[in-house]
Protein backbone atom coordinates (compact mmCIF):
# COMPACT_ATOMS: atom_id res chain seq x y z
CA UNK A 1 0.00 0.00 0.00
CA UNK A 2 2.72 2.47 0.39
CA UNK A 3 3.95 2.53 -3.32
CA UNK A 4 0.16 2.89 -3.79
CA UNK A 5 -1.29 6.18 -4.07
CA UNK A 6 -4.18 6.29 -1.41
CA UNK A 7 -7.24 7.70 -1.99
CA UNK A 8 -9.97 7.04 1.06
CA UNK A 9 -11.10 4.09 3.33
CA UNK A 10 -13.38 1.75 2.09
CA UNK A 11 -16.78 1.80 3.46
CA UNK A 12 -17.30 -1.57 4.18
CA UNK A 13 -13.62 -2.97 5.75
CA UNK A 14 -12.31 0.63 6.75
CA UNK A 15 -9.09 -0.36 4.98
CA UNK A 16 -7.25 2.31 3.27
CA UNK A 17 -8.48 1.84 -0.75
CA UNK A 18 -5.50 2.88 -3.31
CA UNK A 19 -6.40 4.25 -6.67
CA UNK A 20 -6.16 1.24 -8.90
CA UNK A 21 -8.43 -0.78 -6.60
CA UNK A 22 -11.10 1.37 -5.74
CA UNK A 23 -14.90 1.69 -6.87
CA UNK A 24 -16.83 4.80 -6.11
CA UNK A 25 -20.59 4.16 -5.58
CA UNK A 26 -23.36 5.91 -4.16
CA UNK A 27 -21.22 8.78 -2.85
CA UNK A 28 -18.49 6.47 -0.98
CA UNK A 29 -15.25 4.54 -1.99
CA UNK A 30 -15.30 1.08 -2.04
CA UNK A 31 -12.52 -2.28 -2.28
CA UNK A 32 -13.66 -4.20 -5.67
CA UNK A 33 -14.02 -7.24 -3.59
CA UNK A 34 -16.26 -5.06 -0.58
CA UNK A 35 -18.63 -3.23 -3.19
CA UNK A 36 -19.59 -7.08 -5.01
CA UNK A 37 -20.64 -8.35 -1.92
CA UNK A 38 -21.77 -5.72 0.52
CA UNK A 39 -22.32 -2.43 -2.24
CA UNK A 40 -25.95 -3.11 -2.15
CA UNK A 41 -26.30 -2.74 1.72
CA UNK A 42 -25.85 1.02 1.52
CA UNK A 43 -28.34 3.83 0.95
CA UNK A 44 -26.87 6.59 -1.40
CA UNK A 45 -25.70 9.46 0.86
CA UNK A 46 -28.31 12.59 1.74
CA UNK A 47 -26.66 15.54 1.08
CA UNK A 48 -28.09 17.95 3.33
CA UNK A 49 -28.29 15.42 6.32
CA UNK A 50 -24.36 15.09 5.56
CA UNK A 51 -24.14 18.88 5.84
CA UNK A 52 -26.08 19.05 9.14
CA UNK A 53 -23.74 16.39 10.62
CA UNK A 54 -20.71 18.07 9.51
CA UNK A 55 -22.14 21.29 11.24
CA UNK A 56 -23.15 19.85 14.28
CA UNK A 57 -19.44 18.43 14.63
CA UNK A 58 -18.10 21.60 14.08
CA UNK A 59 -20.39 23.30 16.68
CA UNK A 60 -19.41 20.04 19.35
CA UNK A 61 -15.63 21.09 18.52
CA UNK A 62 -16.47 24.67 19.40
CA UNK A 63 -18.39 23.84 22.69
CA UNK A 64 -15.88 21.70 23.90
CA UNK A 65 -13.03 24.43 23.36
CA UNK A 66 -15.19 27.21 24.85
CA UNK A 67 -15.60 24.97 28.05
CA UNK A 68 -11.65 24.07 28.35
CA UNK A 69 -11.25 27.71 28.28
CA UNK A 70 -13.89 28.73 30.39
CA UNK A 71 -12.51 26.08 33.09
CA UNK A 72 -8.92 27.16 32.83
CA UNK A 73 -10.11 30.91 33.05
CA UNK A 74 -8.91 31.84 29.93
CA UNK A 75 -12.02 33.45 28.70
CA UNK A 76 -12.68 37.29 28.71
CA UNK A 77 -15.43 37.28 31.60
CA UNK A 78 -12.66 36.93 33.97
CA UNK A 79 -12.38 39.54 35.99
CA UNK A 80 -9.14 39.24 36.97
CA UNK A 81 -7.65 40.27 33.25
CA UNK A 82 -9.74 43.15 33.61
CA UNK A 83 -9.08 44.24 36.82
CA UNK A 84 -5.22 44.81 35.77
CA UNK A 85 -4.39 47.96 36.28
CA UNK A 86 -1.65 49.48 33.30
CA UNK A 87 1.77 49.63 33.78
CA UNK A 88 2.71 53.28 35.15
CA UNK A 89 6.19 54.67 33.57
CA UNK A 90 8.53 57.16 35.36
CA UNK A 91 9.37 59.93 33.43
CA UNK A 92 12.89 60.46 34.36
CA UNK A 93 14.03 63.96 34.46
CA UNK A 94 15.59 65.75 31.80
CA UNK A 95 18.93 67.32 32.89
CA UNK A 96 19.72 70.61 32.27
CA UNK A 97 22.10 71.60 30.18
CA UNK A 98 24.88 74.06 31.52
CA UNK A 99 26.36 76.61 29.54
CA UNK A 100 29.89 76.50 30.85
CA UNK A 101 32.53 79.34 29.72
CA UNK A 102 35.13 78.33 27.88
CA UNK A 103 38.59 79.14 29.45
CA UNK A 104 40.49 80.66 26.84
CA UNK A 105 43.05 77.87 25.59
CA UNK A 106 45.80 80.41 24.94
CA UNK A 107 47.38 82.75 27.25
CA UNK A 108 49.86 85.05 25.84
CA UNK A 109 52.89 84.37 27.00
CA UNK A 110 56.16 86.02 27.62
Not at 38 to 56: D, K, M, V
Request: aromatic fraction near 6%; include cysteine; charge should be positive.
Amino acid sequence: MSTESFIDMCAVCKQGVSKTLMIYQKGRVFHERCFETYGNQFPPINQELAQESARTRVELVQMKNLKARTDAGLTEENPKQKARPKKKTKKSKSKKSVKRSKKSASKKRK
